[in-house]
């Protein structure tokens, strides 16, 4: 079936300007994964949906930075007022509902940002 | 902050030889999962061991986790030119939960035909 998507594959956008990246996620799963990888880097948690309770947004590095859950499937991240530090892959997972503790996430392919 | 880190960062071998890469993380997991990424882009889950788990194998890999010290490593055996990816170690916190997978900074393992 189809796996994550992400929109757009790459992004150049120059400082200050806002940003909109999507992600798909495979259909029928309820908990959903911002992340962010920075060149040579891990990856960095940003926020995290569950179905219709309250967003985790403990990982999102400034106020610039928001996510929304559309309907229990897509997500946007924005990031308004972009800077040069903002540039990195920007990661999003899904997940199925947990039975048995099962945690394995599916990664979507990723939308590389690059801010000028 | 980073709950697992990778070791060594970069591991460089010749096909057919096996590649090692160790993690060790600092709180009480649930679970400890390995990814591949390909090229800086999307992961792929590998394996994952849940604590009361000592060695568990999939095809060419083999993972241990040892609690006590806190530490897991992965092993592919008979090493590929298509196994040269990044290697991740990530760790479930919460039994159950929805708490974000943990990541370490990853092994860059390259394997030379």
């Known amino acids: 079936g189809a796996g994550v998507s992400q929109s757009p594959s790459n992004k150049v956008t120059e400082k200050g300007k806002d940003v909109e990246l999507r992600c798909d996620p495979i259909s029928g799963h309820t908990a959903l994964y911002w992340y962010r990888q920075s060149l040579g880097q891990g990856l960095e948690f940003l926020i995290y949906?569950?179905?219709?309770?309250?967003?985790?947004k403990s990982g999102l590095p400034s106020d610039r930075f928001s996510a929304e859950r559309t309907g229990g499937s897509v997500s946007t991240l924005t990031i308004q007022r972009t800077q040069q530090e903002d540039s990195a892959v920007y990661l999003c997972?899904?997940?199925?509902?947990?039975?048995?503790?099962?945690?394995?996430?599916?990664f979507g392919p990723g939308t590389r940002l690059l801010v000028l | 902050s980073q709950q697992g880190e990778e070791d060594p960062q970069a591991l460089s071998i010749q096909e057919g030889e096996n590649a090692t890469m160790n993690c060790s993380y600092k709180t009480s997991i649930n679970n400890l999962q390995w990814y591949r990424q390909n090229s800086g882009r999307g992961l792929v889950h590998l394996i994952l061991i849940r604590s009361n788990e000592r060695e568990k194998h999939s095809g060419r890999l083999r993972v241990t986790l040892d609690t006590s010290k806190k530490s897991s490593s992965l092993l592919i055996t008979a090493s590929r030119a298509a196994d040269t990816a990044s290697y991740f170690c990530a760790t479930a916190r919460v039994l159950g939960g929805n708490t974000p997978l943990v990541f370490g900074k990853g092994t860059r393992l390259s394997v030379i035909a």
């Open positions: 949906f569950q179905g219709n309770s309250a967003p985790d």
């Open positions: 997972a899904s997940r199925p509902r947990l039975a048995g503790g099962w945690e394995t996430q599916y």
